[in-house]
């Protein structure tokens, strides 16, 4: 095997437990990335010359812990600092799987606090728990390297700056705390999805990430509904990739995808996320909820077999947990196929007259195939053509650039 793509496997696994740990000892979230990046290096180093350590994941831990000793010494912090950190290299328990767990738990709060802005917490969640480099994520958000590399450094220095503690919330501020971790989970899925910029319309390894942060999330807070609400989310969205586009990554509408191309095993696992939250026994909130929609749609083996009705009930009650004129949009949508295209365009006027919409261009799209299908044809292709010139993407611009030019109307001829 590539020693070389060992390592990188072995840094993505371990990395954020690593810097977890060294950063609740030495309360430095950015000297401890600084120290597992040069435990990193040795083994890019040794490795290949030596062999791949039979526990890897140790040999990092060891080489980080000694690096950061020879860090406190030199810099003359031995007294408070290393007397600390001494104690609790030799403390019995320090790496059991429960205090492994709870760093890493504290390290995504860190990660994720409300001092830092959404677009730092998104960065900063991807390279101290996701293990991403600084190239990678610039490159997922479509921004240049040292751009990425500014926001990362300034986000520690916040979070230095502020003395943020390196714990988990306490019961009163965890709904709060942990609303703006998941919220920062589903914004790095959501750009993964469905892009806000680019040539791209799916960039599934940035949905993946999300994925993989989402289900760390709830194998550490496995009582929290939310959590699992939002690993079901994720996947049941995610179990359409496939279908989503087409051979030249031309996209599919929802009502035109080949069902049989869903990943089944994703949605497996999404209802029994789905399940999950539910057992809790609590009120639903707006992650489980969208999971709820989503399993609508993941059960219908054909898009005439969709419950509307069950659907329009889930967005009515999305709409009081979280309301938002996105949510009556994609409310207008479900009583399309309920109610009718004269119902649905009723719903759409409405939102139509709120300014966070004007420049939102499924508003347009959904629009122009409601009038569609009222028979209101130069209406349509107007919408459908406005809606494309402010797509966000090349392939979304493409698609309702197709679909305005079907609409349009024949010119009579002579």
Wanted: glycine share 8%.
């Amino acid at each position: 095997m590539d020693v070389r793509r060992t390592i990188e496997a072995v840094w993505r696994m371990e990395s954020g437990p690593l810097v977890a740990h060294l950063a609740r000892v030495l309360q430095d979230v950015g000297l401890a990335e600084e120290i597992a990046q040069e435990a990193f290096a040795g083994a890019v180093e040794q490795w290949p010359r030596e062999g791949v350590p039979r526990n890897p994941g140790a040999w990092l831990t060891t080489t980080a812990k000694r690096r950061a000793i020879d860090l406190i010494r030199r810099e003359r912090m031995r007294d408070e600092k290393y007397a600390r950190f001494a104690a609790d290299l030799l403390a019995p328990g320090a790496e059991s799987g429960g205090a492994r767990d709870a760093e890493l738990l504290s390290l995504i709060f860190v990660a994720c606090h409300p001092v830092l802005s959404r677009e730092s917490r998104a960065a900063l969640a991807l390279r101290l728990v996701g293990g991403l480099s600084t190239e990678e994520i610039a490159r997922a958000f479509l921004v240049p390297t040292g751009t990425m590399a500014q926001r990362i450094t300034r986000a520690k220095r916040t979070l230095a700056e502020a003395q943020v503690p390196f714990e988990v919330p306490g019961d009163e501020e965890l709904p709060v705390r942990l609303s703006a971790v998941l919220e920062v989970v589903y914004l790095i899925f959501n750009e993964g999805y469905a892009g806000t910029s680019g040539e791209a319309w799916i960039r599934r390894d940035l949905a993946e990430e999300a994925m993989r942060l989402g289900r760390i999330l709830a194998g550490l807070m496995p009582r929290e509904p939310e959590v699992h609400g939002l690993a079901a989310l994720m996947e049941l969205q995610a179990s359409r990739f496939r279908a989503r586009t087409g051979p030249d990554g031309t996209a599919v509408l929802l009502q035109d995808q080949d069902r049989s191309r869903w990943d089944r095993t994703l949605i497996t696992h999404g209802l029994a996320s789905l399940a999950q939250a539910r057992r809790a026994g609590r009120p639903l909130g707006p992650y489980t909820v969208q999971a709820a929609i989503a399993a609508c749609h993941a059960r219908a083996r054909r898009f005439e077999d969709t419950d509307w009705e069950a659907i329009v009930a889930l967005y009515d009650a999305l709409a009081q947990l979280a309301p938002s004129p996105v949510v009556e949009l994609n409310r207008a949508v479900a009583v399309l196929h309920a109610d009718g295209p004269e119902a649905a365009l009723k719903t759409l006027d409405a939102i139509g007259e709120d300014p966070r919409m004007a420049r939102y261009h499924l508003l347009g799209a959904v629009r122009g195939d409601v009038l569609l299908r009222l028979g209101r044809h130069a209406e349509a292709a107007a919408e459908l053509q406005r809606a494309a010139d402010l797509a966000p993407t090349a392939r979304e611009r493409l698609l309702l650039n197709e679909r305005a030019a079907a609409a349009t109307p024949p010119t009579p001829a002579g």
